[in-house]
């Protein structure tokens, strides 16, 4: 065995566990239809960093494989994450008609129901995190809805959406640009690393502001990878949109810096997340899968 | 003093209280207008019902009257309320342009501010329930958020909304129009009472049942005033739209059994309210509150 094909397995044996617990706790039974347009936002599309961030952060400080807490904190996340592709996509907002190769959720069931939808997941997902106190205990329920809470808010992913929505056609410089991906995609996969560290032993606090300093490099590289794919990769191995930025006027990091430097900019990024998994002082063996993570979202193709 | 003044002054203090915390909590600092466009949606307006039911229930299990984590939980039921009422007005699902007598949100500041801001508010209820444990016990926070999630989502007030979409133009029968609003306006109300129980001293099962009991009937109550209201007052009163279900041919309770029998429904609940504040076997002078809300609920005019 070698180490990708160790991450490979470790990969698939937690996709396997989101999706199922995903399947299971989104109810398809819920009043008409909403249960199913939910279910269509979430099930069966998504590369599911999120979740994965989170149980790989909890295994990494230490939490056992199957820690409930974290699976809890993962499949929560990848809710808040889903019900914001919803309401992006809607026509007010991107306008977006195709999403993970399928028809978007208000053209598949209307936009009142789209809209619906979106709002119910975000309940769904502080649902996930707070079941009977026999199964987490209330200190870990209260941390990581705290922690999700305020990364999915108006300092966090919705502030960063606000950013964007009043950034179109005009010119932001770095620091800007990087204010609203802080926010709009980093607080996210902040709060994942941070949920999933919370759902094991604690940490000194070096440990934790590694930790923590890892999710916001992190979150920036994806968002520089994000907007070099959205010029370099066609709409179908991207199963959205491409060339949409662009061809809104929306700020980028390549429309920005240009192509090369923004390469580069995302080649410095994945150093500096190496560099915070060091500081950590986290056993190798157990950073594995973050550290995997990490390259994966630096490298990917889509 | 008699009950009356005793009530009227109980309800001003407590509304000051509510408003100034709501006014302190929702930060105009948050980025691109989305802090105003949420202060809009909650400030300045609204009669305030569920946060002083919290409130209510809270005192009458003995929480002392600046119980924190009473006064989080009530604004923080009051902001999913509001960011329903958002959502709500939106031109995909109601279209509705004038709400509490000022433009709807998404006239005010556009749709996709309005979509935000109503996400964010969702948000925002839950990071209102979980300050630094310090300030309210974990799991005092933990059964809020649980309690709060689930009477927001899809088996709460979005499934309710759902039935609302599917049902415009379909004849309900009467407990299907119960199901609808039980979920609908009833799951709100009900969370409201038992997050305010849930902050005070434990309490027996036959109290928190009877607590239940009350909350549940109040809500019922509450709908079925509000649809006697949309037909016998005018959108002054009212500071919303009149008739607009009825011209919308939305089930109503008065479009099913009739003025006459839906008033005579609504006195009938209230009886059954005061029913379980007599069952709760909580004192009498710790009940004045919540039983002034339930006269209040029944007795409106707009």
Redesign the interface.
């Known amino acids: 065995m070698n180490k990708a094909s160790d991450f490979k397995a470790w990969m698939q044996a937690h996709l396997d566990r989101v999706e199922d617990a995903l399947s299971q706790w989104v109810?398809a039974q819920?009043?008409?239809?909403?249960?199913q347009a939910?279910r269509y936002a979430v099930l069966d599309g998504g590369k599911r960093l999120r979740p994965l961030l989170v149980l790989a952060a909890a295994e990494a400080v230490g939490a056992p494989t199957d820690n409930q807490a974290a699976l809890r904190a993962a499949c929560a996340l990848e809710l808040i994450h889903a019900?914001?592709l919803v309401?992006d996509d809607?026509p007010?907002?991107d306008n977006d008609v195709l999403r993970r190769g399928k028809p978007t959720v208000h053209v598949q069931f209307?936009?009142?129901?789209a809209?619906?939808a979106?709002?119910?997941l975000?309940?769904?997902?502080?649902?996930f995190?707070?079941p009977p106190?026999t199964e987490v205990?209330?200190?870990v329920?209260?941390?990581c809805?705290?922690l999700?809470?305020?990364a999915?808010?108006?300092?966090?992913m919705?502030?960063?959406?606000?950013?964007d929505?009043?950034?179109v056609g005009h010119r932001l410089d770095e620091a800007q640009l990087r204010q609203m991906h802080r926010?709009k995609t980093g607080a996210l996969l902040l709060c994942g690393v941070q949920m999933g560290a919370t759902c094991g032993p604690a940490q000194s606090h070096e440990t934790s502001a590694a930790l923590s300093r890892f999710g916001e490099v992190l979150g920036l590289a994806f968002q520089v990878v994000d907007d070099i794919l959205d010029v370099t990769t066609d709409s179908a191995t991207l199963g959205k949109t491409a060339g949409k930025d662009a061809a809104a006027d929306k700020p980028t990091y390549v429309a920005l810096m240009g192509l090369a430097p923004a390469q580069r900019l995302a080649d410095q990024l994945a150093q500096e997340a190496e560099q915070a998994l060091l500081d950590s002082g986290l056993p190798a063996e157990r950073l594995m899968p973050l550290r995997a993570l990490a390259t994966m979202v630096v490298q990917r193709t889509h």
């Open positions: 109810d819920a009043p008409a239809e909403l249960g939910m019900y914001s309401h809607m007010c907002m209307g936009q009142a129901q809209l619906l979106g709002d119910a975000q309940a769904l997902a502080f649902e995190l707070t106190i205990p209330a200190a329920q209260a941390a809805v705290g999700l809470a305020r999915s808010g108006y300092f966090g919705a502030g960063g959406q606000a950013i929505l009043a950034s926010l």
